[in-house]
């Protein structure tokens, strides 16, 4: 019998491990004599040993052979999963703050400030009814879709989009959104902003181009669209700037009423370095988890708040519903549902790499033309990248970010590792204990 390539063993407390098998989805609370016997440190009892078998933790399968059972998973699911699109439509590349670690920066000092016009507008609708089985969702985006110059052009994809039965989510900076809830109110819409801190971080931090600040504009953004009945997508970019400062944020959603609001979910993403940038306070992510972990005890409502990592955030599900949830056969819907259409006629798949036209991956005005970019992202799975065809987190990353891969290697064949192994074992105890307590006080 071999040890499953696919089993993770990690230390919750003094004397329990969960252990995990990501090819067979199992999860079970261990002691240490089970690891030993794992390990085999120690001669097996046969209870044990039926049961690790049965688990899949021993198994008498080659690695090889594990890994063709994962592309046996892979096929199975894919048939039973269609694909939903979602799509963004990119009004401008013209934002009106000038945020420092805004990673359209260089974009958008190259692509003069064109609003997406009508014909660009009813070509993407002819072509997303085509490659849509089923209506999803449409994402506004930009630079900041909801400038004045935009509403137009906002308005002609509520209007088209709500006929063809899709919902939408609009990708904006908040300043004017308050001018925009009125035209949004009869349409199923969600907004997404950012608040990166008490106001005087914030500020500094996300500022319109004459230097002055948009907390203030922001908040009042926010109250309007709840009060209208809006769903709203909290979000803060951490880096070394603002990361003393995340429990301040989450008293302010406190006082807001937002903590608890239904409407309401608030997310926490690490801002990451792009070639070209010139920003610093950049922290590995590890970094900001383990700060946060640490910020927890003092303040427990951080853990109202949703992280950014990819993989972790299935544990939050593991110690409340008992299960391990869906494997990651690719990192995000850059590889499988996502299509950004911009003002000038071209697609892409990743946000990340919008406006940079070496990375589009087609063209859809006047006509639909795909490029050999467009296959490359869709069919980048765990199984066409080597190293991970036998790594054990593979199903939790999905062989990692495909913009990063392309930007720190040239191609999207290379894994793009977060040390999962690191973050495991601090974010996964963390989990276990803050369930573990909230299941105990009364």
Not at 304 to 333: I, M, N, T
């Amino acid at each position: 019998m071999n040890v499953s390539v696919y089993s993770i063993p990690l230390q919750l407390d003094e004397n329990t491990y969960l252990l995990i098998n990501s090819r067979t989805g199992a999860l079970d609370l261990v002691d240490e004599e089970v690891l030993r016997v794992l390990r085999n440190e120690i001669p097996p009892d046969e209870t044990i040993l039926d049961t690790l078998t049965e688990r899949g933790h021993l198994t008498e399968l080659t690695p090889y052979q594990e890994s063709e059972c994962i592309k046996t998973m892979y096929d199975t699911y894919v048939q039973g999963h269609p694909v939903l699109h979602q799509h963004f439509i990119v009004l401008t590349y013209e934002c009106n703050l000038q945020c420092p670690y805004c990673y359209l920066s260089d974009i958008q000092s190259k692509r003069e400030s064109t609003v997406i016009d009508g014909p660009h507008i009813d070509t993407i609708f002819s072509i997303i009814a085509r490659l849509d089985e089923s209506r999803y969702r449409i994402i506004l985006y930009g630079g900041e879709p909801l400038l004045r110059k935009n509403r137009d052009a906002v308005k002609k994809i509520l209007e088209t989009g709500d006929d063809l039965g899709y919902s939408f989510l609009v990708l904006t900076n908040g300043v004017l959104l308050r001018d925009f809830v009125e035209d949004f109110q009869p349409y199923e819409v969600a907004v997404q902003t950012t608040i990166d801190g008490p106001q005087q971080i914030h500020d500094k931090r996300r500022f319109k181009k004459n230097g002055s600040g948009t907390f203030s504009e922001i908040i009042e953004g926010i109250d309007a669209a709840l009060e209208a009945g809006l769903t709203c997508l909290l979000r803060t970019n951490i880096d070394a700037d603002n990361l003393s400062v995340l429990p301040e944020v989450v008293q302010l959603y406190h006082e807001k009423g937002w903590l608890h609001h239904p409407k309401v979910s608030m997310h926490v993403s690490p801002v990451f370095k792009k070639p070209g940038i010139q920003y610093t306070p950049i922290v590995p992510r590890s970094t900001v988890y383990d700060t946060v972990i640490a910020q927890t005890q003092k303040s427990p409502d951080i853990m109202h708040v949703s992280f950014d990592l990819k993989g972790a955030e299935l544990f939050e599900q593991v110690f409340e519903k008992g299960e391990l949830g869906p494997p990651r056969f690719w990192y995000c819907d850059a590889q499988s549902g996502t299509f950004v259409f911009d003002p000038f006629g071209d697609i892409y798949v990743c946000t990340e790499h919008v406006g940079e036209e070496q990375a589009r991956v087609g063209r859809y005005y006047p006509d639909l033309v795909w490029n050999d970019m467009y296959s490359e992202w869709r069919n980048r799975t765990i199984f066409t990248i080597p190293e991970c065809r036998t790594c054990k987190y593979a199903l939790f990353c999905g062989g990692g970010c495909g913009y990063e891969a392309l930007t720190r290697f040239g191609t999207l064949c290379r894994p793009v590792c977060y040390n999962y192994e690191e973050v495991f074992s601090s974010v996964v105890p963390h989990l276990y204990r803050a369930v573990k307590k909230s299941h105990v006080d009364p």
